[in-house]
T-cell receptor
């Protein structure tokens, strides 16, 4: 699986937007970009995924650069419950294993 | 609750003992995964089942580790002759049989080896 690079930590104020960056300069044409998050003392939780176009769901938005070498997870209004470690993961859709390869992620702190 | 469940949630054992963890996936999911997570790191893939067939094993899964999914439903992960380095959170996830699909994780079993 191609490697991703994320900042170790970020801080945000509550009710402000948060932009979590991810670099994946070696992404291949068959890699989807997935985001998961892990709240304290819980298993990881799916957030969103995309291939080329920007994606929106009830949790977040995913903005994908035109060259696909980077992406940004956008939380539109951070709440204290969004404090978690966010993982950016590439998954090859032609593969059969479909395992997730996690890095160390970005630890998001949300303050009042 | 119809999510992934794991049992036990916590296990403390002495070095050299055997332990077994259970995972019950979401009922209609035929893919099941085991991951291990140590403090400050992201989860690491251990093994993967499609129905009852174990299709992939990580090099992390030494011969002291064995996983089964005998009827294609629940799965067990056994660690024999535990070592202090086995202390970690063991996570189970399940997903439907789509190549690209969301994996649903359980709460994990935290193992402490004394």
């Amino acid at each position: 699986d191609a490697k991703t690079t994320q900042p170790n930590s970020m801080e945000s104020n509550e009710e402000e937007p948060v932009h979590l960056p991810c670099n994946h300069s070696t992404i291949s044409g068959t890699d989807y970009i997935h985001w998961y998050r892990q709240l304290p003392s819980q298993g990881p939780e799916y957030v969103i995924h995309g291939l080329t176009s920007n994606v929106n769901n009830r949790m977040a938005s995913l903005a994908i650069a035109e060259d696909r070498k980077s992406s940004t997870l956008i939380l539109h209004r951070a709440t204290l419950r969004d404090a978690a470690v966010y993982y950016c993961i590439l998954r090859d859709f032609t593969g059969t294993a479909s395992k997730l390869t996690f890095g160390t992620g970005t630890r998001l702190q949300v303050t009042l | 609750d119809t999510g992934v469940s794991q049992d036990p949630r916590h296990k403390i054992t002495k070095r050299g003992q055997n332990v077994t963890f259970r995972c019950d996936p979401i009922s209609e999911h035929n893919r099941l995964y085991w991951y291990r997570q140590t403090l400050g790191q992201g989860p690491e893939f251990l093994t993967y089942f499609q129905n009852e067939a174990q299709l992939e094993k990580s090099r992390l899964l030494s011969d002291r580790f064995s996983a089964e999914r005998p009827k294609g439903s629940f799965s067990t992960l056994e660690i024999q002759r535990t070592e202090q380095g086995d202390s970690a959170m063991y996570l189970c996830a399940s997903s439907p049989a789509r190549v690209i699909g969301e994996q649903f994780f359980g709460p994990g079993t935290r193992l402490t080896v004394l």
